[in-house]
């Protein structure tokens, strides 16, 4: 399975279509769909809007229309994809969201860094089953992959409100990516 084929409109790149031909070699056309924003819920928006500005994310947006609709933006360094969060944004409750990734290069680089701006992050682990993908602490094993694989190594911490974030220390990325 692989994609053959870039056809662009020119007026429009954003909007690529590729050609996924499948193991029966078929093909069906593919667009790319690009994650752009993920919403956070919390209870209490300046309290997020200072714990993502300590952390050194760039803040693309603080808009309010009224006393019922703040919206707030940050983009962490060196990534395509925002969170937003505010006022009249997501009725899901606060703290609720896990399992959110920031991909790094030297997961402890990137956890010291983060000790550095305030952040609460657990120390170092890898799975004991060598992926982790699960909910909770169950089968976290201390220190890197021992192997130190590309996306075995990871540290957690969340934010005031209990949104959980993910650092993965990815060095080689998977075919395809």
């Not at 020119?10 to 069906?28: E, Q, Y």
């Not at 089968?139 to 192997?147: F, V």
């Amino acid at each position: 399975m692989g994609f053959d084929v870039l056809q662009c409109a020119p007026d429009r790149v954003a909007n690529c279509r590729r050609r996924k031909t499948g193991a029966a070699g078929k093909g069906v056309d593919v667009v790319d769909l690009k994650l752009e924003v993920v919403v956070l819920p919390v209870s209490d928006v300046d309290r997020a809007k200072a714990f993502y500005g300590a952390l050194g994310w760039r803040l693309d947006a603080d808009i309010a229309t009224d006393e019922d609709f703040r919206v707030i933006q940050f983009t962490p360094p060196g990534s395509p994809c925002s969170i937003i969060f505010g006022t009249g944004i997501t009725s899901a409750t606060p703290g609720s969201v896990a399992g959110l990734h920031l991909v790094v290069t030297d997961v402890e680089a990137a956890r010291a860094h983060l000790l550095e701006f305030g952040a609460d992050v657990s120390e170092v682990f890898h799975d004991v089953g060598g992926v982790f993908h699960h909910a909770g602490t169950t089968g976290r094993e201390p220190g890197p992959d021992p192997q130190r694989t590309s996306y075995g190594s990871f540290a957690a911490f969340s934010d005031p409100d209990g949104n959980e974030w993910v650092l993965q220390e990815v060095t080689t990325r998977l075919p395809g990516r």
